[in-house]
Structure formats: structure tokens, C-alpha cells
């Protein structure tokens, strides 16, 4: 691999990932609900008096302690979705205020949304590896045999179901996100998507199944 293209990836990888932060953090702001994850982790901010970002960050560390019974191996892309993400969107909420009226709101949360879906076709395109959420997906399925859509319904339903239990916003935007998330990554995936051999990474299938990251992408991550 020569030298110019691992610099195009590392720097589509930290330009998607400060992006997914980014595309988050408008989420929050227009307040019309968030993605089954970004609802957990509003959930626990509720309770603890820690910044969104930094519970992005704990969450994400504690997905990653999973990985070990399903054999999964992160690369620099998993570790760099749990620091990167959380910063960016920490930053990105300090700088972007609070929203009001409605039109302002869903304008907002739409532009969230694509841009939620272009940082996800950066990062996975940049093909260092899934991000911790991504990877206990893809762990599950490659343990039990079951099909990426259940697997991946499973985890976001229970994770949205504990997140609203804990006082996390779901609504119109939740919905969506989850009508739009995948074609939009299935649109910027391959203008983004690096030719050659990635760097070894367990899980680096996972490119071929876009999902968050976060942050991967939705991850998310």
C-alpha cells in the first residue's frame, strides 16, 4: 500500500468519524428524537453527571469488553470510533445552541441524518475496522448464525427500550433515521470506499453491511 493512499485513509477515517460526532450532536439539538443507541446514552446522562460525549466514550469501552468472548480483535478504527466520536460530539454540542421552532428543528435533523450518513460512508469506506457497536453485531452473527437483521434488531430494540426506560427522547426522528440511515450509507459507501488490501482488522466484513458505528455509524458507534 503506498504511502498516499494510508494517508487518504487515516484522514477519511478521522474526517468521518469527527463528522458522525458532529452529525450526533445535531440530532440532539433539534430534539425530535434519536437513534435507538443515542437514546441509552441520553438515558444515562440523565442520571449521571457526565457529558453525552463522555458517556458515548464509557459505552462504547464497555461494548469493546464484549468482543473478547466472541473472539472479535478491534483495529484502529474501533479504538479510534470510541475516543474520536465522543470528543466531536461534546465539541460539536458545546458550539451548536439550543433550537427553536419546528421548521428550524426538522431542517436540522435532516441535515443530521445525511450527514450522519456520509460520516458512516467515510469511516467504513476508510476500512480500518467496525466500530464497537458495529462488531458486537457482526460477533453476534458470526457466534450464533443468526441473520445480521435480527441480530441487529435484537440489540437496537433492547437498547432503545432500557434508553427510554431511563428517560432518553425517541420520536419522529428516531424514525427517521431508521428509514434513512441505510440507503444513505448505501449511497456514500462507494464513493468513499478505498481500493486495495485494508489493514488487518477482525469484523473489517463488516463493511459490506453498513450499519452505525459509534458511532459506528449507525453507527454511530
Known sequence: MSTGTLARRLVQLYLGLA???????????????????????QGLTRHVGLSFGTITMIVG????LLWIPLRQRPGLGTISNVFVIGLSV??????????HGLPLRIGVLAAGIV???????????????????????????????????LVRTGIEV??????????????????????????????????????????????????????RPASEPAAVG
Do not use: E
Not at 469501552?61 to 469493546?64: F, R
Not at 457497536?133 to 453476534?140: P, S, V
Open 115 to 149: 450527514l450522519n450518513g456520509m460520516a458512516g460512508g467515510l469511516y467504513i469506506g476508510a476500512r480500518f475496522g467496525p466500530g464497537p457497536r458495529d462488531g458486537l453485531m457482526t460477533g453476534f452473527c458470526r457466534r450464533t448464525g443468526r441473520s445480521v437483521r
Open 158 to 211: 433492547t437498547v432503545l427500550a432500557v434508553g427510554l426506560l431511563m428517560g432518553g427522547s425517541a420520536g419522529i426522528g428516531t424514525v427517521a433515521y431508521a428509514l434513512a440511515i441505510g440507503p444513505l450509507v448505501q449511497l456514500f459507501l462507494p464513493l468513499f470506499t478505498v481500493a486495495g488490501k485494508p489493514a488487518p482488522a477482525a469484523g473489517d466484513d463488516a463493511v459490506a453491511a453498513p450499519v
Open 61 to 64: 469501552a464497555a461494548v469493546l
Open 90 to 99: 461534546d465539541a460539536a454540542l458545546a458550539w451548536i445552541p439550543t433550537l
Open 19 to 41: 463528522l458522525y460526532g458532529g452529525s450526533m450532536a445535531l440530532q440532539i439539538r433539534a430534539a425530535l428524537g434519536l437513534d435507538p443507541w443515542d437514546v441509552f446514552h
